[in-house]
């Protein structure tokens, strides 16, 4: 799975998928943020959102001060702009939250290679397991609907025990989806 495959495929995809394209694309955040490996993760590129979900934009920030100020001096008169430092699975972090172009759009920064970070890697094992099992997409996105998020959901789907956030990348490793070297931090949502 390439995750600027699935951002380019967007662009073809449901009428949802073409307007966060576009939505993200005139925003600009893949440009304005280039240098920080941009990747749009979670439930949109991989087809199980839902009519609330957001778009989730990762990227390594080493310089947490740096990342925020840039993101502010960005985003921040966009609708609802709001940001902070948080601390997750032991990594400080750096998350803003606004609405563009009928979206919610949140940016996450952490000193973490994206492809190392827990959004990408919960998106890969579930888009691989959405492949091999193309049933778990509606049930999925009906635990969705009722307010379950997207971890939990695969996990009670397919009676995956624990923590969600971890016991989903166990179970990837367990499947071969994903090596060991795989796994650093991230945020569990």
């Known amino acids: 799975m390439k995750v600027n495959k699935l951002f380019e495929e967007m662009q073809?995809?449901?009428?949802?998928?073409?307007?966060?394209?576009?939505?993200?694309?005139?925003?600009?955040?893949?440009e304005d943020l280039a240098h920080y490996n941009p990747a749009?993760?979670?439930?949109?590129?991989?087809?199980?959102d839902v009519a609330d979900s957001d778009l989730d934009i990762i990227m390594e920030a080493n310089d947490l001060r740096a990342f925020e100020e840039e993101v502010q001096s960005h985003y921040s008169n966009e609708r609802d702009f709001s940001i902070k430092r948080t601390t997750i699975r032991g990594k400080d972090s750096v998350k803003a939250n606004f609405f563009y172009g009928g979206f919610e759009f949140e940016l996450f920064g952490q000193a973490e290679p994206v492809d190392k970070q827990y959004a990408y890697i919960h998106m890969k094992?579930?888009?691989?397991?959405?492949?091999r099992q193309p049933a778990l997409e509606d049930k999925v996105k009906?635990?969705?609907?009722?307010g379950i998020k997207?971890?939990?959901a695969f996990c009670q789907l397919l009676n995956i025990k624990g923590?969600?956030?971890e016991a989903l990348i166990a179970y990837g490793k367990k499947k071969g989806i994903i090596p060991l070297k795989d796994v650093?931090?991230?945020?569990?949502g």
Request: glycine residues 8%; positive net charge; hydrophobic residues 30%.
């Open 12 to 30: 073809y995809g449901s009428r949802k998928q073409k307007d966060a394209y576009t939505a993200i694309h005139e925003l600009g955040v893949f």
């Open 125 to 131: 094992i579930e888009y691989e397991l959405l492949q």
């Open 142 to 146: 009906s635990l969705k609907k009722r």
């Open 40 to 48: 749009l993760c979670r439930t949109l590129p991989i087809g199980i």
């Open 150 to 152: 997207t971890e939990p």
């Open 163 to 165: 923590d969600p956030y």
């Open 184 to 188: 650093g931090s991230d945020r569990a």
